[in-house]
């Protein structure tokens, strides 16, 4: 008898425990990259990055032009040069192309840089605002679904709604 009621206490305490566990495992989903594009912050960071990223494409349209200009001239005259000043020619628009790629280059990672350094207030904001909402509706966990594929997500567990409500978002 002892035995009997040891292993229905052990059996309870299992499903007490299972059902507890469970309870603790809420998991809740968000298109944080929707979120992110609903935020009215996020056109005044992409006006300000293109604004940002034109003064690069600007510097490198006038060194494609010295360079398609200079490329002209040199097929225009190439055939009356000397080999010398051909050589010099072909170095100097070799010249003009590697400064146009390092440009290039540059621009880009200041302009990633730039991209990283302007979203991240968003980015914080957005990240804060999802971590109250779960923390508010009991969500251990809450999946990012623009970087995931959920095979399975019951419209419950999604929290845009709730985090839209909680960012002053329509």
Same mark, same amino acid.
């Given at each position: !008898?002892?035995?009997?009621?040891?292993?229905?206490?052990?059996?309870?305490?299992?499903?007490?425990?299972?059902?507890?566990?469970? =309870?603790?495992?809420?998991?809740?989903?968000? /298109?944080?990259?929707?979120?992110?594009?609903?935020?009215?912050?996020?056109?005044? %960071?992409? +006006?300000?990055?293109?604004? *940002?990223?034109?003064?690069?494409?600007?510097?490198?349209?006038?060194?494609?032009?010295? *360079?398609?200009?200079?490329?002209?001239? *040199?097929?225009?005259?190439? =055939?009356? !040069?000397?080999?010398? %000043?051909?050589? +010099?020619?072909?170095?100097?628009?070799?010249?003009?192309?590697?400064? !146009?790629?390092? *440009?290039? /280059?540059?621009?880009?990672?200041?302009?990633?840089?730039?991209?990283?350094?302007?979203?991240?207030?968003?980015?914080?904001?957005?990240?804060?605002?999802?971590?109250?909402?779960?923390?508010?509706?009991?969500?251990?966990?809450?999946?990012?679904?623009?970087?995931?594929?959920?095979?399975?997500?019951?419209? =419950?567990?999604?929290? !845009?709604?709730?985090?839209?409500?909680?960012?002053?978002?329509?």
């Amino acid at each position: !008898m002892k035995k009997l009621f040891k292993v229905a206490l052990v059996a309870v305490g299992l499903l007490f425990a299972g059902s507890f566990a469970n =309870a603790q495992t809420k998991i809740g989903h968000i /298109n944080f990259n929707q979120l992110i594009d609903l935020m009215p912050e996020t056109k005044t %960071v992409t +006006a300000s990055i293109q604004a *940002y990223q034109k003064t690069f494409i600007d510097q490198l349209t006038t060194m494609n032009n010295e *360079y398609q200009t200079k490329g002209q001239d *040199y097929q225009s005259k190439r =055939a009356s !040069m000397t080999d010398a %000043v051909r050589g +010099a020619k072909e170095s100097e628009l070799q010249d003009i192309q590697k400064r !146009m790629n390092d *440009y290039q /280059n540059n621009a880009q990672q200041q302009v990633d840089a730039k991209r990283q350094e302007l979203g991240k207030p968003l980015i914080d904001k957005a990240t804060q605002a999802v971590q109250a909402v779960a923390k508010e509706k009991g969500y251990a966990y809450v999946l990012d679904s623009s970087q995931i594929t959920l095979l399975v997500s019951p419209d =419950a567990d999604d929290l !845009m709604a709730a985090v839209k409500l909680k960012l002053g978002l329509k």
